[in-house]
């Protein structure tokens, strides 16, 4: 019967009501209308039976046929919404592979911590325990213990930042002025041999080129019962060597003076590098310890002696990296920092 009008009428209007259908859900409906149950050409089918065999055939052929088309008609359409779904989401996900990418920057140490970090490692590796202590501080400790008594005119030079807050005797908790403060803290603690380096954060009322109101040094401390200035003078200039990673530094212990060492020197390490080329700039305090500090230590002067020294970190990124101003390091300038990294 292909070719009759009847089933090229039902091709025709599938065609035309799958093309219109607005939607799948639509389409699906419009299906059954012509292909379910009782649909023309199922009806058509249905009525095969009552033919004669050979007509039967070629009748049955023909509706085959009609069908194949009309399920073709549906196929293509459920195609074509398909694509659209999937045009759709490609359209809906499109990445833009021009814009630049959202990057995470990677940090790094400051170098003044790069500093701290080497300095650990190296007295580490010639038997210093690292050790850490308050930043706040009781009057004893920082200044008292240390053989500076109240009205002591070497306090002047270490004014800092008091608190409210009082201690047990009723004197007014302080910032640390130096590290020193651990020095007493530390061999309460600790029994002789005593080797020690104590690294942290340190306030002075003081702001110029080469000092700031907060800044950072290390202490170290040995105490045994033969250790002398020689061996100051051999472990400090072991380790610079190692940190400056080279053998010519030149350096010189000058005569001082401090209340918790005897007899004392400072340390001064000659610019090799920027601006300041040439000029010495002091790089520690240090000296033996002082009697009476072993005394508040609670060890015997008679038995033990020792050596101290405190240094600062600032100071010695200064020398390593030709920094001219030490404010440069606390000024949050990206630039100077990136050249650390
Ligand atoms: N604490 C001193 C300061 O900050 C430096 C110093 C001097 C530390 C002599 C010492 C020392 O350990 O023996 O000025």
Redesign the pocket.
């Known amino acids: 019967m292909i070719g009759s009008p009847d089933l090229e009428q039902i091709i025709a209007d599938a065609q035309r009501v799958f093309a219109n259908a607005a939607d799948t859900a639509t389409l699906e409906k419009e299906k059954a209308r012509f292909l379910g149950k009782n649909s023309a050409l199922t009806a058509l089918l249905k009525g095969l039976s009552k033919l004669d065999p050979e007509v039967r055939k070629r009748e049955g052929a023909g509706i085959n046929v009609a069908k194949q088309r009309v399920e073709k008609a549906l196929n293509a359409r459920r195609q074509e919404f398909s694509d659209a779904l999937i045009n759709q989401r490609l359209a809906a996900e499109a990445i833009d592979v021009t814009l630049p990418g959202l990057r995470s920057s990677v940090g790094s140490l400051h170098p003044v911590m790069q500093t701290w970090e080497r300095i650990e490692q190296i007295f580490h590796s010639i038997g210093f325990d690292v050790a850490d202590g308050p930043e706040i501080e009781t009057d004893w400790y920082n200044f008292t213990a240390l053989n500076s008594p109240e009205n002591h005119p070497a306090r002047s030079m270490?004014d800092t930042f008091y608190l409210d807050a009082k201690d047990a005797q009723g004197r007014p908790l302080l910032l640390r002025?130096?590290?020193?403060a651990m020095q007493v803290r530390y061999a309460q603690i600790h029994k002789p041999p005593i080797k020690s380096i104590v690294p942290g954060r340190t306030y002075r009322i003081d702001s110029d080129a080469t000092h700031s109101p907060m800044f950072h040094?290390i202490?170290g401390l040995w105490i045994d019962e033969s250790i002398s200035f020689a061996d100051l003078k051999g472990v400090y200039i072991a380790f610079l060597r190692q940190f400056f990673e080279r053998n010519d530094i030149l350096i010189r212990f000058r005569p001082s003076y401090?209340p918790?060492?005897e007899p004392?020197a400072e340390i001064d390490m000659r610019f090799e590098r920027g601006k300041n080329a040439g000029c010495w700039l002091e790089i520690s305090?240090?000296?033996q310890v002082h009697p009476n500090v072993l005394h508040n230590m609670g060890l015997d002067p008679k038995l033990y002696t020792g050596f101290?020294?405190?240094s600062g970190l600032e100071r010695l990124t200064m020398l390593r990296y030709g920094v001219d101003d030490m404010r440069s390091f606390f000024e949050n300038d990206l630039r100077f920092l990136r050249q650390f990294t």
């Open positions: 270490q002025t130096h590290m020193s040094q202490e401090f918790f060492t004392s305090g240090s000296g101290a020294f405190g």
